[in-house]
Nanobody, 118 residues
Framework: QVQLVESGGGLVQAGGSLRLSCAAS????????MGWYRQAPGKQRELVAA???????NYADSVKGRFTISRANAKNTVYLQMNSLKPEDTAVYYC????????????WGQGTQVTVSS
């Protein structure tokens, strides 16, 4: 099963930017979907953004126009560029790899904390 390691979290003021990275232990070229989720204290984990192997991208309404997901297949890495951050973006951000064609897996990284101060 693929191993995922997130990095890039931290503390930033409202209006600032961060870029999260998710490094995979194997090629991500053919993985059905790579995504970023987040979980704030006392809340359920929610999808932030996802990108399929075919390039289809989905964003949560709350981050549209501010966040951008991208993938660098040659580096086995997925990124989440976060701009115009708001205090409500504060959460632990998790990388996810989902594959159902061929070998099934639904893998998660350990998470990286993002804190946005007002």
């Amino acid at each position: 099963q693929v191993q995922l390691v997130e990095s890039g979290g931290g503390l930033v003021q409202a209006g600032g930017s961060l870029r999260l990275s998710c490094a995979a232990s194997t090629s991500i070229f053919s993985i059905d979907a790579m995504g970023w989720y987040r979980q704030a204290p006392g809340k359920q984990r929610e999808l932030v953004a996802a990108i399929t192997s075919g390039g289809t991208i989905n964003y949560a309404d709350s981050v549209k126009g501010r966040f951008t997901i991208s993938r660098a297949n040659a580096k086995n890495t997925v990124y989440l560029q976060m701009n115009s951050l708001k205090p409500e973006d504060t959460a632990v951000y998790y990388c996810n790899a989902y594959n159902r064609v061929g070998l099934y897996f639904n893998a998660w990284g350990q998470g990286t904390q993002v804190t946005v101060s007002s």
